[in-house]
């Protein structure tokens, strides 16, 4: 029923920039969260950012905050991840993912894991080059 189709992925050097977009539809109600995923080679899926459609309650990991910022436009159906001053270790696959749920506060609560997450995009590489 949801669907969630991730782009502006590629390969960019290190201390450049990149957005992201992640285009949903299907969704039954605005009670949800969508947060942001990567995973880089040899390591699990982290949560690296998170915003709740219902309230605007947020989250960042601390290996993003202050690069990285989320954002939503309601018109669109989209979210978007603005990636600042990127780094190698940046390198992963890209991934959105939605949460239902009507606590304003879960990003904040639960969006460094991916667990609880059972809506995601196919994903979108994104590579840094020193």
């Known amino acids: 029923e949801i669907q969630l189709v991730e782009s502006g992925g590629g390969l960019v050097q290190a201390g450049g920039s990149l957005t992201l977009s992640c285009v949903g539809s299907?969704?039954?109600?605005?009670?949800?969260?969508i947060g942001w995923f990567r995973q880089a080679p040899g390591k699990e899926r982290e949560g690296i950012s998170c915003v709740s459609k219902r309230d605007d309650n947020t989250y960042y990991a601390d290996s993003v905050e202050g690069r990285f910022t989320i954002s939503s436009d309601s018109a669109k159906n989209t979210v978007y991840l603005q990636m600042d001053s990127l780094k190698p270790e940046d390198t992963a696959v890209y991934y959105c993912?939605?949460?239902?749920?009507?606590?304003?506060?879960?990003?904040?609560?639960?969006?460094?894991?991916?667990?609880?997450?059972?809506?995601w995009g196919q994903g979108t590489q994104v590579t840094v080059s020193s």
């Open positions: 993912a939605t949460k239902i749920t009507r606590l304003r506060y879960y990003c904040s609560a639960y969006g460094s894991t991916p667990r609880g997450f059972d809506s």
């Open positions: 299907g969704f039954p109600s605005d009670v949800y969260a």
